[in-house]
Structures are given as structure tokens and as C-alpha cells.
């Protein structure tokens, strides 16, 4: 490639801090560093580029929901790629990548100081929009993802804007291919896999990642990530973790976010009245092990009850 090298960043921040807060930065932080993003390019798209210094990051401080952050998006040659990470099943994800992209083609339009408003057709690189799944529910190794998928279909019209989103299955066993081709991406799904297997052998997660952590530095995978970085390592996973069984436990029972803050609130209401959990949760019908989580996150709060600082603990 004979384009000229730029780094780019639009949040005034490196590529890994603005995703150290990621649920899912693990992946993140393993290809934090411009050699392996360029190495997952060249698996992703066959090709065998050399010098990291070609590629041109653009990195994104939020994205669509608060929590989220823009995982990876780099340009190479003619084509601008995002890459996201979940660890979740998430439907509206070309909803997300439609408006990741056009957030990442405003800064390149003005990097690049193009005239839209002119005579002259502007060039813009090709977009590609992937995600990597490593969630536990069953997924192919490839499937599409539509934008349109979303819309009301209206007899006689069609939707003048689409946008696709392909998910890769990169639990370990599946796109052996692709693994092949990115070690560090079979690395890291040989690292999250064995956390699963110390997990199914009856371990805690805290036990489960540390063993995992030593299994992987003695078999020579992310040996350097993991000697340099152990213990960030162990709290991201740690975190992702904790988040995964609070966002199952909310999908399980039914409730969405105004659900779960409306329950703190009823809840609130009645531990003014010096109530006790298993009395509270007789009264609203509920679970009271959901009730117990809520009142010992209320604990920290003080007699005020703030429904929103309840809610932020209970997410933590």
C-alpha cells in the first residue's frame, strides 16, 4: 500500500483507554497493540500486510448505550472495518454498527477535509462491519445480522439505508480457519475457554481465572499480556462476569431497566418504614433474593434511598 500513515483519535485518548471500561475489554486489551489488530485484518480478509504502521485507528469515546464502547475500527487500503466484541446475544447490533460507521466516516471526512457540498463525487472506503461472539448461547460460525430486519414492512416501500452486521462464532472450536490464520485470536478463545472448563470442574470464577491465568503463561498463550497485565486481567473478567449474571438475572425475570428502577422504587418506599426484605418481598410478590440484592445495594446509599445510585450498584 503506498497510503500515507496517520493515527487518529477522536476522543483525544489512546486505543486502549478508551476501552478499558468495556464489559467486554479483555479482547480489547489483547489487541491493543497495532501488529495484532493488523494480524486480525489479514486473517479476516486474506491478505498479508506487513507494516502496522499502515493502518489509521479511529477510536471512538461512547457509542449507542451507556456501558458501550466501539471495540476496534481501523482503516487499511480502501476498506474501513469495525470490529465489536459480545459476550451476549444483542439483536440491534446493525442498528449500533449503522450509526458506529457514520460516526467514524464524520471524522473521516474531517481528517480528510472533504467537500460534501460540492460538484466532485467523494470516495469513501468500503465498510465492514463484524462482530465477535463468544457468548455461551449456541451460535453458527457465521451469520448475518440486517438493519432492515427491524423495520415495518410497508407494502410498495423499501428502506432507503441498510446495514449488515456479520456475527463469527469465536468460542474455541469453532472458525478453526480464522484461528488459524489469528493466534492471538485463538489465544484468547483457548483463554476464555479454559476459564469454562475450571468453572464446569466446580471451581469459583475468581479460582477459575487465576488457574486459567497459570495454565495459559505455562502453555506460552497471551503469555505476555497475561504476565504484564495479571491482575487487570483477572478484575475485567471478573467484572464482565458479574455484569453477564445481573444482565441473565434481569432477562430471566422479564424486567427491563424502567421495570428493575420501578421496583427499587417500591422497594425504597418501604424500607423507610423500617420494613425487612422478606416482608418487602411478600408485599410486591417478588423474589426475595432479588429483594435482598436491592436492599443491601440500598445500604451504601443512606436514608435517602437514591433509586438511580441503587440501580448503578446493582449493575456493579
Do not use: W
Request: hydrophobic residues 30%.
Amino acid at each position: 500500500m503506498n497510503q500515507t500513515t496517520k493515527q487518529v483519535n477522536t476522543a483525544n485518548q489512546s486505543f486502549y483507554h478508551v476501552n478499558r471500561e468495556h464489559k467486554d475489554a479483555v479482547f480489547c486489551l489483547a489487541f491493543q497493540d497495532a501488529e495484532d489488530q493488523l494480524s486480525l485484518y489479514n486473517a479476516m480478509n486474506d491478505t498479508s500486510y506487513e507494516d502496522p504502521d499502515e493502518l489509521i485507528v479511529y477510536t471512538l469515546k461512547d457509542a449507542v448505550y451507556i456501558g458501550i464502547k466501539n471495540d476496534m475500527s481501523f482503516l487499511v487500503g480502501e476498506m474501513l472495518n469495525l470490529y465489536e466484541h459480545q459476550s451476549t446475544r444483542n439483536p440491534n447490533m446493525p442498528m449500533r454498527g449503522l450509526l458506529y460507521l457514520a460516526r467514524n466516516f464524520e471524522s473521516y471526512i474531517a481528517q480528510n477535509h472533504l467537500n460534501m457540498y460540492g460538484r466532485t463525487l467523494q470516495k469513501f472506503p468500503l465498510p465492514q462491519y463484524y462482530i465477535f461472539y463468544n457468548g455461551t448461547e449456541d451460535e453458527p460460525d457465521r451469520r448475518e445480522m440486517k438493519l432492515t430486519d427491524a423495520f415495518p414492512e410497508i407494502e410498495g416501500k423499501t428502506s432507503c439505508v441498510e446495514c449488515t452486521a456479520t456475527l463469527l462464532n469465536i468460542n474455541y472450536g469453532h472458525n478453526a480457519e480464522l484461528m488459524e490464520k489469528c493466534r492471538k485470536l485463538k489465544e484468547y478463545a483457548l483463554f476464555i475457554q479454559c476459564i469454562r472448563d475450571y468453572q464446569k470442574k466446580g471451581l469459583g470464577m475468581e479460582e477459575a481465572v487465576e488457574s486459567a491465568i497459570d495454565d495459559c503463561i505455562r502453555d506460552d498463550i497471551l503469555r505476555k499480556l497475561l504476565e504484564k497485565c495479571r491482575g487487570e486481567v483477572r478484575d475485567m473478567v471478573l467484572s464482565t462476569f458479574n455484569r453477564e449474571i445481573y444482565e441473565r438475572d434481569l432477562r430471566e425475570e422479564g424486567r427491563g431497566e424502567g421495570e428493575t428502577l420501578k421496583l427499587i422504587s417500591q422497594v425504597c418506599k418501604k424500607l423507610r418504614k423500617s420494613k425487612k426484605p422478606e416482608v418487602i418481598a411478600d408485599e410486591l410478590e417478588e423474589d426475595v433474593s432479588m429483594i435482598n440484592r436491592i436492599c443491601e445495594a440500598a445500604e451504601d446509599c443512606g436514608e435517602e434511598y437514591s433509586t438511580e445510585q441503587i440501580f448503578k450498584k446493582l449493575k456493579r
